[in-house]
């Protein structure tokens, strides 16, 4: 494995020859030149995504702990990283992405611990988040919801970036907090919120299980007990933790629960 000590004397050849032994790469990362995926299918991603919102994330972390979820080959992470955060969790349940990671990290000489997790699983890191960020993967899991509500339980201490694909309308209606069991056209209007089930692909990827329309995310994101604060593009919104009360409906957590809960 190559250390940080080491990277300081890598070659083009070098990163280059890694960078093939590590690949595909769905992350198009620049490594001192080396570009990881220069054909992907939507262009310089996620460079050219992450130009429409980095603003609305603060550009000075210092002192704060990052969480990135689902980090893949680390973007994100190595992002939050050059902002100062003093301490960086990158998670990911892909071995393959988690070493493309850590070495896009060592190449940039920059200190992220990636663990081999899955959001399910984030009670396991025993501690809140100054930032976690939650983009790309709501749409991959079976349980969108439950994700979310462990996220708010468990690692989000303040702000949550998130995003994930969306369909159907990108119009947001208030549909009012309860209605009469013969109300039914309600549920036939484009914005009521909607999360698409996908039972066999989708773009040819079988972990592309749910998609929402924009007022569902927005819906969900409420549900789980966050504020959305901002939405610099059509799909990603910050988010800060807000307060469910007692009363609410919750998830069942699996840490907590017994027979009969």
């Not at 050059?82 to 060592?106: H, T």
């Not at 930032?131 to 949550?160: C, S």
């Amino acid at each position: 494995m190559t250390t940080t000590a080491d990277a300081e004397t890598l070659t083009r050849e070098s990163i280059e020859a890694r960078v093939r032994e590590l690949g595909p790469w769905f992350h198009n990362l620049d490594l001192r030149g080396v570009k990881t995926a220069p054909e992907h299918f939507l262009g310089d991603y996620p460079s050219v995504k992450w130009r429409n919102f980095a603003s609305a994330v603060p550009a000075d972390l210092t002192g704060k702990t990052v969480l990135d979820i689902g980090c893949n080959a680390g973007f994100y992470s190595m992002e939050m990283k050059r902002r100062g955060a003093a301490r960086v969790v990158g998670i990911d349940s892909d071995d393959r992405y988690l070493a493309q990671a850590r070495f896009a990290a060592e190449v940039e000489g920059l200190g992220i611990d990636y663990l081999n997790l899955s959001v399910y699983e984030v009670g396991a890191l025993g501690m809140k988040f100054d930032f976690v960020i939650f983009m790309g993967v709501l749409y991959h899991l079976r349980h969108p919801l439950l994700a979310l509500d462990l996220l708010y339980e468990h690692v989000v201490g303040d702000l949550m970036l998130f995003q994930s694909m969306q369909r159907g309308s990108a119009d947001s209606i208030d549909v009012g907090a309860d209605h009469h069991f013969w109300e039914t056209e309600l549920f036939d209007l484009p914005a009521y919120p909607r999360l698409h089930f996908v039972e066999h692909r989708y773009a040819n990827d079988p972990t592309n299980w749910w998609v929402p329309n924009a007022a569902c995310a927005e819906a969900m994101l409420r549900s789980a007990g966050f504020e959305i604060v901002a939405h610099p593009e059509q799909e990603v919104y910050l988010c800060r933790r807000g307060t469910i009360g007692d009363s609410e409906p919750r998830a069942v957590y699996p840490e907590r629960g017994g027979a009969g809960r």
